[in-house]
């Protein structure tokens, strides 16, 4: 199995930044996609962003030029760089991994979430 840990998220004046962290562990043989999505009272969870293990990247049309998603293979982590974080970035904000535990097994593995809350 596969597990994620998150951290970053926290409380956050409008115009500030936050670094989110999700680290895989566990039995891991590869990593194909990374990202985030994340979750506000009362919606749905949405996509934030995507990177491949290439370092392919897409993001929500709505946070291109605020938010960054980068990855590092060797630690099995990737990042989420948020800048001028809006009140409307509130919400929990989810890990998301495609990964092979095994070279003949593949599973699609969600963090337990992370709070970002920005205030006005």
């Known amino acids: 199995q596969v597990q994620l840990v998150e951290s970053g998220g926290g409380l956050v004046q409008a115009g500030g930044s936050l670094r989110l962290s999700c680290a895989a562990s566990g039995s891991i043989f590869s990593i194909n996609t990374m990202g985030w999505y994340r979750q506000a009272p009362g919606k749905q969870r949405e996509l934030v962003a995507r990177?491949?293990?290439?370092?392919?990247?897409n993001y929500a049309d709505s946070l291109k030029g605020r938010f960054t998603i980068s990855r590092d293979n060797a630690k099995n982590t990737v990042y989420l760089q948020m800048n001028s974080l809006k009140p409307e970035d509130t919400g929990v904000y989810y890990c998301?991994?495609?990964?092979?535990?095994?070279?003949?097994?593949?599973?699609?593995?969600w963090g337990q979430g992370t709070q970002v809350t920005v205030s006005s």
């Open positions: 998301n991994v495609d990964a092979q535990p095994t070279r003949s097994t593949w599973g699609h593995y």
């Open positions: 990177v491949t293990s290439g370092g392919s990247t």
